[in-house]
Each structure stands twice: as structure tokens, then as C-alpha cells.
Nanobody
Framework: QVQLVESGGGLVQVGGSLRLSCAASSTLTNYNLGWFRQAPGKERKFVAGINLNGGNTCYSDSVTGRFNVSRDNAKNTVYLEMKALKPEDTAVYYC?????????????????WGQGTQVTVSS
């Protein structure tokens, strides 16, 4: 079992940037990783995913070109670099880990979840 802890959230103005981190309690080398977000009153949605060695990434349409997911397996950490932030990016952001060989894109694909970090984009 792996425990995940997100950090790096906060309040940022429209057009600003943030980098989220997600640190694991143990090695992540056997896990595909993902980032999801959940806005108030809405369901949790996929944002970005990255495979075991970082060679394959995918993004939701709403963040493509603005967000970048990366991982450092030596540090057991996954990152989400967010740029050109918009008010609609406001949400609690969660990282998740998935066993297996493919990148997951749905909530049910993932086995372990962090507690989330709040990102608020003010206009």
C-alpha cells in the first residue's frame, strides 16, 4: 500500500502558475500516476496521467497545453505544473496511483489517493 500527500496548492491570480507535488510513502516505480480535480458540487475529474517511467503522458482537453505532469521516481514524487490558470481551474486537486502497465483516466482505474490540495484562481 502507498500513501500519497499533495502539496503546493494555494491562491493565485488568473494567468498565474502553480506547481503541485505529490510525495509517496514508498516507491512509485510500479505505479502509473494521475491527477484529478474536484470543484464544489461537481464530480472528481481526470486532469493528467503519467506512466511508470514518465515516457507517456495524457491530459484532459481543458488543460492540454497549460498543464504538465512529470515524475521523479528517485524522490517518489509526481508533479503537476500548471500555467495560465483560469477561474475554472479552481478545485481540490488529488493525486492517485494505479498498479499495472497503462495510464488510467477514470476514477475507478486508480487504487490509492491523496487527501487533496486546494487550488483557487481569483479573477
Amino acid at each position: 500500500q502507498v500513501q500519497l500527500v499533495e502539496s503546493g496548492g494555494g491562491l493565485v491570480q488568473v494567468g498565474g502558475s502553480l506547481r503541485l507535488s505529490c510525495a509517496a510513502s514508498s516507491t512509485l516505480t510500479n505505479y502509473n500516476l494521475g491527477w484529478f480535480r474536484q470543484a464544489p458540487g461537481k464530480e472528481r475529474k481526470f486532469v493528467a496521467g503519467i506512466n511508470l517511467n514518465g515516457g507517456n503522458t495524457c491530459y484532459s482537453d481543458s488543460v492540454t497545453g497549460r498543464f504538465n505532469v512529470s515524475r521523479d521516481n528517485a524522490k517518489n514524487t509526481v508533479y503537476l505544473e500548471m500555467k495560465a490558470l483560469k477561474p475554472e481551474d479552481t478545485a481540490v486537486y488529488y493525486c492517485a496511483a494505479r498498479r499495472g502497465t497503462t495510464v488510467g483516466v477514470t476514477r475507478d482505474d486508480f487504487d490509492y489517493w491523496g487527501q487533496g490540495t486546494q487550488v483557487t484562481v481569483s479573477s
